[in-house]
Protein backbone atom coordinates (compact mmCIF):
# COMPACT_ATOMS: atom_id res chain seq x y z
CA UNK A 1 0.00 0.00 0.00
CA UNK A 2 1.38 3.80 -1.11
CA UNK A 3 1.67 6.58 1.63
CA UNK A 4 -1.68 7.65 3.00
CA UNK A 5 -3.73 10.15 0.87
CA UNK A 6 -5.25 11.59 3.97
CA UNK A 7 -5.75 10.37 7.99
CA UNK A 8 -7.90 11.25 10.40
CA UNK A 9 -9.56 10.68 13.41
CA UNK A 10 -12.86 9.16 14.61
CA UNK A 11 -13.81 9.75 18.00
CA UNK A 12 -17.07 12.24 18.49
CA UNK A 13 -20.47 11.91 16.78
CA UNK A 14 -19.67 14.89 14.64
CA UNK A 15 -16.58 12.81 12.82
CA UNK A 16 -18.89 10.47 11.41
CA UNK A 17 -20.35 13.90 9.47
CA UNK A 18 -16.90 14.33 8.53
CA UNK A 19 -15.55 11.11 7.65
CA UNK A 20 -18.97 10.83 5.52
CA UNK A 21 -17.82 14.14 3.67
CA UNK A 22 -13.71 13.31 3.82
CA UNK A 23 -14.85 10.11 2.07
CA UNK A 24 -16.38 11.59 -0.50
CA UNK A 25 -13.96 13.98 -1.41
CA UNK A 26 -11.16 11.33 -1.66
CA UNK A 27 -13.14 9.18 -3.88
CA UNK A 28 -14.09 12.10 -6.11
CA UNK A 29 -10.17 12.52 -6.39
CA UNK A 30 -8.72 9.30 -7.31
CA UNK A 31 -11.88 9.28 -9.94
CA UNK A 32 -14.79 7.24 -8.38
CA UNK A 33 -17.98 7.95 -10.07
CA UNK A 34 -20.29 9.89 -8.67
CA UNK A 35 -22.69 6.81 -7.27
CA UNK A 36 -19.66 5.40 -6.26
CA UNK A 37 -18.69 8.11 -4.35
CA UNK A 38 -22.90 7.70 -2.43
CA UNK A 39 -21.70 4.45 -2.15
CA UNK A 40 -18.23 4.47 -0.06
CA UNK A 41 -19.57 7.64 2.14
CA UNK A 42 -22.22 5.69 3.38
CA UNK A 43 -20.44 2.56 4.20
CA UNK A 44 -18.08 5.00 5.80
CA UNK A 45 -20.82 6.58 7.61
CA UNK A 46 -22.30 2.90 9.05
CA UNK A 47 -19.13 1.57 10.13
CA UNK A 48 -17.59 4.67 11.77
CA UNK A 49 -21.01 4.86 13.85
CA UNK A 50 -20.67 0.68 14.67
CA UNK A 51 -16.95 1.51 15.99
CA UNK A 52 -17.98 4.84 17.70
CA UNK A 53 -20.55 2.88 19.86
CA UNK A 54 -18.57 -0.13 19.83
CA UNK A 55 -15.47 0.50 21.16
CA UNK A 56 -15.45 4.75 21.45
CA UNK A 57 -13.61 5.52 17.70
CA UNK A 58 -11.09 4.30 15.23
CA UNK A 59 -8.27 5.94 13.53
CA UNK A 60 -9.07 6.17 9.85
CA UNK A 61 -6.79 5.88 7.00
CA UNK A 62 -7.49 6.32 3.02
CA UNK A 63 -4.96 4.91 0.60
CA UNK A 64 -4.73 3.94 -3.03
CA UNK A 65 -2.78 0.84 -4.35
CA UNK A 66 -2.36 -1.30 -7.40
CA UNK A 67 -2.27 -5.36 -8.35
CA UNK A 68 -0.41 -7.28 -10.16
CA UNK A 69 -3.03 -7.99 -13.02
CA UNK A 70 -3.14 -3.79 -13.23
CA UNK A 71 -6.53 -3.04 -10.88
CA UNK A 72 -6.40 -0.16 -8.81
CA UNK A 73 -8.42 0.56 -5.39
CA UNK A 74 -8.82 2.94 -2.81
CA UNK A 75 -8.37 1.37 0.57
CA UNK A 76 -9.94 2.93 3.84
CA UNK A 77 -8.44 1.18 6.95
CA UNK A 78 -10.20 1.96 10.35
CA UNK A 79 -8.10 0.97 13.12
CA UNK A 80 -10.56 0.67 16.28
CA UNK A 81 -8.87 2.54 19.49
CA UNK A 82 -10.52 -0.38 21.68
CA UNK A 83 -10.35 -3.85 20.99
CA UNK A 84 -13.14 -5.25 18.96
CA UNK A 85 -15.46 -7.78 20.47
CA UNK A 86 -14.04 -11.55 19.79
CA UNK A 87 -11.45 -10.00 17.44
CA UNK A 88 -14.56 -9.57 14.94
CA UNK A 89 -16.76 -6.70 13.21
CA UNK A 90 -20.07 -7.11 11.69
CA UNK A 91 -22.22 -4.65 10.62
CA UNK A 92 -25.31 -3.75 12.02
CA UNK A 93 -26.53 -3.44 8.71
CA UNK A 94 -26.19 -6.19 6.23
CA UNK A 95 -26.16 -3.81 3.30
CA UNK A 96 -22.93 -2.39 3.90
CA UNK A 97 -20.93 -4.87 2.71
CA UNK A 98 -22.94 -4.39 -0.83
CA UNK A 99 -21.53 -0.84 -1.41
CA UNK A 100 -18.32 -1.54 -1.34
CA UNK A 101 -16.04 -4.51 -3.21
CA UNK A 102 -14.31 -5.38 -0.06
CA UNK A 103 -14.78 -5.40 3.83
CA UNK A 104 -13.14 -7.53 6.23
CA UNK A 105 -11.11 -7.33 9.14
CA UNK A 106 -7.22 -7.66 8.88
CA UNK A 107 -4.33 -8.04 11.27
CA UNK A 108 -1.63 -5.21 10.35
CA UNK A 109 1.73 -5.16 12.58
CA UNK A 110 -0.45 -7.26 15.03
CA UNK A 111 -2.96 -4.42 15.23
CA UNK A 112 -6.79 -5.81 13.89
CA UNK A 113 -8.04 -3.35 11.25
CA UNK A 114 -11.41 -3.26 9.18
CA UNK A 115 -10.47 -2.61 5.98
CA UNK A 116 -12.93 -1.73 2.97
CA UNK A 117 -11.96 -1.26 -0.44
CA UNK A 118 -13.44 0.20 -3.73
CA UNK A 119 -11.73 -0.65 -7.37
CA UNK A 120 -10.55 2.53 -9.05
CA UNK A 121 -11.82 2.91 -12.95
CA UNK A 122 -9.40 2.13 -15.61
CA UNK A 123 -10.16 5.54 -17.12
CA UNK A 124 -8.57 7.77 -13.76
CA UNK A 125 -5.17 8.97 -14.13
CA UNK A 126 -2.46 7.08 -13.08
CA UNK A 127 -1.16 6.99 -9.54
CA UNK A 128 2.38 8.44 -9.88
CA UNK A 129 4.32 9.83 -7.07
CA UNK A 130 3.65 13.44 -8.32
CA UNK A 131 -0.05 12.72 -8.57
CA UNK A 132 -0.13 11.06 -5.38
CA UNK A 133 1.44 14.31 -3.94
CA UNK A 134 -0.58 16.84 -5.97
CA UNK A 135 -3.79 14.73 -4.21
CA UNK A 136 -2.95 14.85 -0.73
CA UNK A 137 -1.98 18.88 -0.91
CA UNK A 138 -5.62 18.94 -2.69
CA UNK A 139 -7.06 17.15 0.09
CA UNK A 140 -5.08 19.35 2.57
CA UNK A 141 -6.32 22.55 1.37
CA UNK A 142 -10.18 21.38 1.49
CA UNK A 143 -11.68 22.38 4.71
CA UNK A 144 -14.88 20.04 6.06
CA UNK A 145 -18.22 21.71 5.96
CA UNK A 146 -20.73 21.81 9.14
CA UNK A 147 -22.66 19.10 9.82
CA UNK A 148 -25.66 21.09 8.73
CA UNK A 149 -24.28 21.31 5.22
CA UNK A 150 -23.71 17.50 5.30
CA UNK A 151 -26.84 16.46 5.83
CA UNK A 152 -28.16 18.75 3.48
CA UNK A 153 -26.14 16.74 0.61
CA UNK A 154 -26.85 13.87 2.34
CA UNK A 155 -30.54 14.62 2.13
CA UNK A 156 -30.07 16.00 -1.50
CA UNK A 157 -28.49 12.61 -2.14
CA UNK A 158 -31.31 10.87 -0.44
CA UNK A 159 -33.50 12.53 -2.74
CA UNK A 160 -31.95 11.82 -5.93
CA UNK A 161 -31.58 7.98 -5.01
CA UNK A 162 -35.22 7.94 -4.13
CA UNK A 163 -35.97 9.47 -7.87
CA UNK A 164 -33.56 6.94 -8.90
CA UNK A 165 -35.72 4.21 -6.74
CA UNK A 166 -38.79 5.40 -8.44
CA UNK A 167 -37.74 5.45 -11.61
CA UNK A 168 -36.45 1.96 -11.45
CA UNK A 169 -39.61 1.06 -9.64
CA UNK A 170 -41.75 2.28 -12.50
CA UNK A 171 -39.63 0.55 -15.04
CA UNK A 172 -39.88 -2.78 -13.31
CA UNK A 173 -43.62 -2.20 -13.30
CA UNK A 174 -43.28 -1.86 -16.89
CA UNK A 175 -41.39 -4.69 -17.31
CA UNK A 176 -43.52 -7.00 -15.40
CA UNK A 177 -46.52 -5.87 -17.42
CA UNK A 178 -44.77 -6.77 -20.78
CA UNK A 179 -43.91 -10.08 -18.89
CA UNK A 180 -47.37 -10.88 -17.45
CA UNK A 181 -49.02 -10.06 -21.22
CA UNK A 182 -46.08 -12.23 -22.39
CA UNK A 183 -46.54 -15.44 -20.76
CA UNK A 184 -50.53 -14.80 -20.77
CA UNK A 185 -49.66 -15.74 -24.36
CA UNK A 186 -46.33 -18.00 -23.90
CA UNK A 187 -49.65 -19.69 -21.88
CA UNK A 188 -52.25 -19.62 -25.00
CA UNK A 189 -49.24 -21.05 -27.00
CA UNK A 190 -48.67 -23.85 -25.00
CA UNK A 191 -52.27 -25.02 -24.13
CA UNK A 192 -52.62 -25.01 -28.41
CA UNK A 193 -49.03 -26.69 -28.75
CA UNK A 194 -50.25 -29.02 -25.98
CA UNK A 195 -53.68 -30.15 -27.87
CA UNK A 196 -51.78 -30.02 -30.90
CA UNK A 197 -49.30 -32.81 -29.26
CA UNK A 198 -52.08 -34.71 -27.56
CA UNK A 199 -53.91 -35.07 -31.51
CA UNK A 200 -51.25 -35.81 -32.76
CA UNK A 201 -50.17 -38.91 -30.00
CA UNK A 202 -53.35 -39.84 -30.49
CA UNK A 203 -52.48 -40.25 -34.46
CA UNK A 204 -49.14 -42.17 -34.12
CA UNK A 205 -50.53 -44.32 -31.44
CA UNK A 206 -53.35 -45.69 -34.32
CA UNK A 207 -50.69 -45.53 -36.70
CA UNK A 208 -48.33 -47.66 -34.50
CA UNK A 209 -51.63 -50.05 -34.08
CA UNK A 210 -52.06 -50.28 -38.05
CA UNK A 211 -48.45 -51.10 -37.81
CA UNK A 212 -48.59 -53.59 -35.75
CA UNK A 213 -51.58 -54.97 -37.13
CA UNK A 214 -49.89 -55.01 -40.63
CA UNK A 215 -46.38 -56.33 -39.25
CA UNK A 216 -48.54 -59.25 -37.92
CA UNK A 217 -50.31 -59.78 -40.94
CA UNK A 218 -47.10 -59.57 -42.91
CA UNK A 219 -45.06 -62.11 -40.58
CA UNK A 220 -48.33 -64.42 -40.75
CA UNK A 221 -47.93 -64.34 -44.43
CA UNK A 222 -44.62 -65.18 -44.57
CA UNK A 223 -45.23 -67.96 -42.44
CA UNK A 224 -48.02 -68.79 -44.56
CA UNK A 225 -45.19 -69.37 -47.79
CA UNK A 226 -42.43 -70.83 -45.79
CA UNK A 227 -44.60 -73.17 -44.86
CA UNK A 228 -46.37 -73.58 -48.18
CA UNK A 229 -42.51 -73.73 -49.82
CA UNK A 230 -41.50 -76.22 -47.49
CA UNK A 231 -44.81 -78.14 -47.76
CA UNK A 232 -44.88 -77.78 -51.71
CA UNK A 233 -41.25 -78.27 -52.52
CA UNK A 234 -41.46 -81.67 -50.35
CA UNK A 235 -44.31 -83.28 -52.08
CA UNK A 236 -42.73 -82.29 -55.59
CA UNK A 237 -39.46 -84.00 -54.84
CA UNK A 238 -40.53 -87.65 -55.11
CA UNK A 239 -42.25 -87.30 -58.27
CA UNK A 240 -39.84 -85.47 -60.09
CA UNK A 241 -37.47 -88.15 -58.76
CA UNK A 242 -39.43 -90.35 -60.01
CA UNK A 243 -39.73 -89.30 -63.50
CA UNK A 244 -36.06 -88.74 -63.56
CA UNK A 245 -35.65 -92.36 -62.85
CA UNK A 246 -38.26 -93.44 -65.34
CA UNK A 247 -36.86 -91.33 -67.77
CA UNK A 248 -33.23 -92.93 -67.37
CA UNK A 249 -35.10 -96.54 -67.74
CA UNK A 250 -35.91 -95.52 -71.05
CA UNK A 251 -32.89 -94.61 -71.96
CA UNK A 252 -30.99 -98.10 -70.36
CA UNK A 253 -29.73 -100.46 -72.91
CA UNK A 254 -31.57 -103.22 -71.12
CA UNK A 255 -34.87 -101.75 -72.32
CA UNK A 256 -36.56 -102.30 -76.02
CA UNK A 257 -34.11 -99.35 -78.63
CA UNK A 258 -35.96 -95.97 -78.99
CA UNK A 259 -36.04 -94.06 -82.13
CA UNK A 260 -33.96 -91.09 -82.27
CA UNK A 261 -37.13 -88.59 -81.92
CA UNK A 262 -37.99 -90.89 -78.88
CA UNK A 263 -34.45 -90.21 -77.71
CA UNK A 264 -34.29 -86.98 -77.73
CA UNK A 265 -38.13 -86.45 -76.20
CA UNK A 266 -36.97 -88.81 -72.91
CA UNK A 267 -33.74 -86.28 -72.89
CA UNK A 268 -35.63 -83.10 -72.30
CA UNK A 269 -38.32 -84.81 -70.53
CA UNK A 270 -34.76 -85.64 -68.37
CA UNK A 271 -33.35 -82.07 -68.61
CA UNK A 272 -36.70 -80.70 -67.66
CA UNK A 273 -37.17 -82.91 -64.70
CA UNK A 274 -33.89 -82.31 -63.58
CA UNK A 275 -34.12 -78.38 -63.36
CA UNK A 276 -37.41 -78.85 -61.83
CA UNK A 277 -35.62 -80.80 -58.59
CA UNK A 278 -33.52 -78.32 -58.82
CA UNK A 279 -35.56 -75.38 -58.09
CA UNK A 280 -37.56 -77.97 -55.80
CA UNK A 281 -34.33 -78.45 -53.82
CA UNK A 282 -33.48 -74.61 -53.94
CA UNK A 283 -37.06 -73.78 -52.67
CA UNK A 284 -36.71 -76.29 -50.21
CA UNK A 285 -33.30 -75.04 -48.72
CA UNK A 286 -34.63 -71.03 -48.89
CA UNK A 287 -37.63 -72.42 -46.74
CA UNK A 288 -35.34 -74.13 -44.04
CA UNK A 289 -33.44 -71.21 -43.54
CA UNK A 290 -35.99 -68.80 -43.18
CA UNK A 291 -38.17 -71.15 -40.61
CA UNK A 292 -34.56 -70.91 -38.82
CA UNK A 293 -34.28 -74.79 -38.81
CA UNK A 294 -30.59 -74.90 -40.07
CA UNK A 295 -28.35 -75.11 -37.12
CA UNK A 296 -24.40 -74.67 -38.13
CA UNK A 297 -22.34 -77.80 -37.12
CA UNK A 298 -19.41 -75.31 -35.60
CA UNK A 299 -15.69 -76.88 -35.88
CA UNK A 300 -12.22 -75.92 -37.15
CA UNK A 301 -12.78 -76.31 -40.90
CA UNK A 302 -9.23 -76.55 -43.20
CA UNK A 303 -10.24 -74.29 -46.20
CA UNK A 304 -7.64 -75.65 -48.70
CA UNK A 305 -9.92 -79.02 -47.83
CA UNK A 306 -12.89 -77.20 -48.79
CA UNK A 307 -11.37 -75.98 -51.78
CA UNK A 308 -9.89 -78.90 -53.27
CA UNK A 309 -13.07 -80.72 -52.98
CA UNK A 310 -14.88 -77.65 -54.83
CA UNK A 311 -12.07 -77.91 -57.38
CA UNK A 312 -13.05 -81.15 -58.33
CA UNK A 313 -16.44 -81.06 -58.22
CA UNK A 314 -17.00 -77.65 -60.28
CA UNK A 315 -14.16 -78.47 -62.71
CA UNK A 316 -16.29 -80.33 -65.26
CA UNK A 317 -19.38 -77.20 -65.04
CA UNK A 318 -16.79 -74.91 -67.24
CA UNK A 319 -19.02 -73.75 -70.44
CA UNK A 320 -16.59 -74.09 -72.75
CA UNK A 321 -12.74 -73.91 -73.27
CA UNK A 322 -12.46 -70.23 -72.81
CA UNK A 323 -13.12 -70.51 -69.76
CA UNK A 324 -11.03 -71.74 -66.56
CA UNK A 325 -11.58 -72.05 -63.00
CA UNK A 326 -9.28 -71.42 -60.70
CA UNK A 327 -8.89 -71.83 -57.08
CA UNK A 328 -6.23 -70.50 -54.97
CA UNK A 329 -5.11 -72.61 -52.51
CA UNK A 330 -4.29 -70.47 -49.02
CA UNK A 331 -1.03 -70.22 -47.17
CA UNK A 332 -1.03 -72.28 -44.21
CA UNK A 333 -2.46 -72.31 -41.32
CA UNK A 334 -6.40 -72.22 -43.21
CA UNK A 335 -8.70 -72.70 -40.45
CA UNK A 336 -12.03 -71.37 -40.01
CA UNK A 337 -13.96 -72.02 -37.05
CA UNK A 338 -17.70 -72.40 -38.97
CA UNK A 339 -19.67 -75.14 -41.02
CA UNK A 340 -17.65 -76.97 -44.14
CA UNK A 341 -21.20 -77.87 -45.15
CA UNK A 342 -22.74 -74.26 -45.22
CA UNK A 343 -19.54 -72.42 -46.36
CA UNK A 344 -18.55 -75.26 -49.35
CA UNK A 345 -22.73 -75.23 -50.40
CA UNK A 346 -22.29 -71.06 -50.45
CA UNK A 347 -18.99 -71.08 -52.66
CA UNK A 348 -20.60 -73.82 -54.53
CA UNK A 349 -23.43 -71.56 -55.28
CA UNK A 350 -20.94 -68.39 -56.04
CA UNK A 351 -18.46 -70.52 -58.80
CA UNK A 352 -21.65 -71.86 -60.34
CA UNK A 353 -23.02 -68.60 -60.91
CA UNK A 354 -19.71 -67.56 -62.20
CA UNK A 355 -18.69 -70.34 -64.35
CA UNK A 356 -22.80 -69.53 -65.66
CA UNK A 357 -22.48 -66.20 -66.81
CA UNK A 358 -19.04 -66.12 -68.07
CA UNK A 359 -18.22 -66.90 -71.62
CA UNK A 360 -14.38 -66.41 -71.59
CA UNK A 361 -11.84 -65.55 -69.47
CA UNK A 362 -11.65 -67.34 -66.32
CA UNK A 363 -13.62 -67.83 -62.67
CA UNK A 364 -11.21 -67.23 -59.30
CA UNK A 365 -11.61 -68.63 -55.84
CA UNK A 366 -9.24 -67.15 -53.61
CA UNK A 367 -8.87 -66.51 -49.62
CA UNK A 368 -6.88 -63.99 -47.64
CA UNK A 369 -6.88 -63.09 -43.38
CA UNK A 370 -6.94 -59.46 -42.53
CA UNK A 371 -7.06 -59.10 -38.79
CA UNK A 372 -8.70 -61.77 -37.42
CA UNK A 373 -11.13 -62.14 -40.64
CA UNK A 374 -11.33 -64.65 -43.69
CA UNK A 375 -11.89 -62.89 -46.73
CA UNK A 376 -13.19 -65.69 -49.03
CA UNK A 377 -13.68 -63.90 -52.66
CA UNK A 378 -15.31 -65.45 -55.78
CA UNK A 379 -14.41 -62.96 -58.73
CA UNK A 380 -15.31 -63.70 -62.48
CA UNK A 381 -14.57 -61.82 -66.33
CA UNK A 382 -18.38 -62.65 -66.92
CA UNK A 383 -20.66 -59.24 -68.18
CA UNK A 384 -20.70 -57.41 -65.13
CA UNK A 385 -24.26 -56.07 -62.86
CA UNK A 386 -25.24 -52.76 -63.17
CA UNK A 387 -24.84 -50.48 -59.96
CA UNK A 388 -28.28 -50.11 -60.10
CA UNK A 389 -28.97 -53.63 -59.77
CA UNK A 390 -26.81 -54.74 -57.30
CA UNK A 391 -29.38 -54.97 -54.32
CA UNK A 392 -31.45 -56.54 -56.36
CA UNK A 393 -29.83 -59.65 -57.45
CA UNK A 394 -30.09 -60.52 -53.79
CA UNK A 395 -34.19 -60.63 -54.28
CA UNK A 396 -35.31 -63.63 -54.12
CA UNK A 397 -36.31 -64.70 -57.95
CA UNK A 398 -35.10 -62.00 -59.23
CA UNK A 399 -32.42 -62.30 -62.34
CA UNK A 400 -30.36 -59.68 -63.74
CA UNK A 401 -31.86 -58.65 -67.10
CA UNK A 402 -29.44 -59.63 -70.23
CA UNK A 403 -28.80 -59.80 -74.00
CA UNK A 404 -29.14 -63.67 -73.65
CA UNK A 405 -31.79 -65.78 -70.90
CA UNK A 406 -29.41 -67.62 -68.72
CA UNK A 407 -30.90 -70.69 -66.99
CA UNK A 408 -31.74 -70.32 -62.97
CA UNK A 409 -34.45 -69.78 -60.64
CA UNK A 410 -32.60 -66.42 -59.01
CA UNK A 411 -32.69 -68.30 -55.57
CA UNK A 412 -28.97 -68.83 -55.19
CA UNK A 413 -27.65 -65.26 -53.85
CA UNK A 414 -30.45 -65.04 -51.36
CA UNK A 415 -30.08 -68.04 -50.12
CA UNK A 416 -26.13 -67.77 -50.18
CA UNK A 417 -27.05 -64.35 -48.11
CA UNK A 418 -28.82 -66.04 -45.70
CA UNK A 419 -26.26 -68.91 -44.80
CA UNK A 420 -23.70 -66.25 -44.87
CA UNK A 421 -25.30 -64.39 -41.96
CA UNK A 422 -26.18 -67.86 -39.73
CA UNK A 423 -22.43 -68.11 -40.02
CA UNK A 424 -21.68 -64.87 -38.66
CA UNK A 425 -20.58 -63.22 -41.58
CA UNK A 426 -21.30 -61.19 -44.93
CA UNK A 427 -21.77 -61.37 -48.44
CA UNK A 428 -20.80 -58.48 -50.43
CA UNK A 429 -20.75 -57.90 -54.06
CA UNK A 430 -18.31 -55.02 -56.41
CA UNK A 431 -19.47 -55.33 -60.19
CA UNK A 432 -18.92 -52.81 -63.23
CA UNK A 433 -20.86 -53.88 -66.47
CA UNK A 434 -18.41 -54.95 -69.13
CA UNK A 435 -15.71 -55.56 -66.05
CA UNK A 436 -16.80 -58.57 -64.64
CA UNK A 437 -18.06 -59.20 -60.47
CA UNK A 438 -16.63 -60.23 -57.49
CA UNK A 439 -18.73 -61.42 -54.39
CA UNK A 440 -16.95 -61.47 -50.88
CA UNK A 441 -17.42 -63.83 -48.38
CA UNK A 442 -16.16 -61.98 -44.65
CA UNK A 443 -16.16 -64.81 -42.10
CA UNK A 444 -14.61 -64.11 -38.31
CA UNK A 445 -11.46 -67.03 -38.25
CA UNK A 446 -12.83 -67.58 -34.81
CA UNK A 447 -16.35 -68.26 -35.42
CA UNK A 448 -17.53 -65.69 -32.90
Known sequence: MSAPLLQMPLRVERDIFVLRQRGREVAAVVGLEHQDQVRLATALSEVARDLLLTVGGADVVFAVTGTADGQRHLWVDLAPVGPLPDGRYEPQSGAVARLVDRLSVVAIDGDTVVRMSRRVPVTAQAFTPERLAELRAQLDTSAP???????????????TALDEVRSQRDELARLNEELEQTNR???????????????????????????????????????????????????????????????????????????????????????????????VNELLDLAKA????????????????????????????????????????????????????????????????????????????????????WRLSVSDTGPGIPAEQHERVFEEFYQVPGPTRVGGTGLGLPYARRLVTLLGGTLEMASESGRGSTFTVSLPADGT
Open 145 to 159: GTVEEELATQNSQLI
Open 185 to 279: GVLALYHQLTDELEETNRGVVALYAELDEKSAQLRAASESKTRFLANVSHELRAPVTAIIGLARLLNDSASDPLTEEQERQVGLIRSSASDLLTL
Open 290 to 373: ESGRIEPEWAEVDLRTVFGQLRGTLRALRTGPEVDLVVEDPAPPATVRTDEVLLAQVLRNLLHNGLKFTARGEVRLRAERRAGT
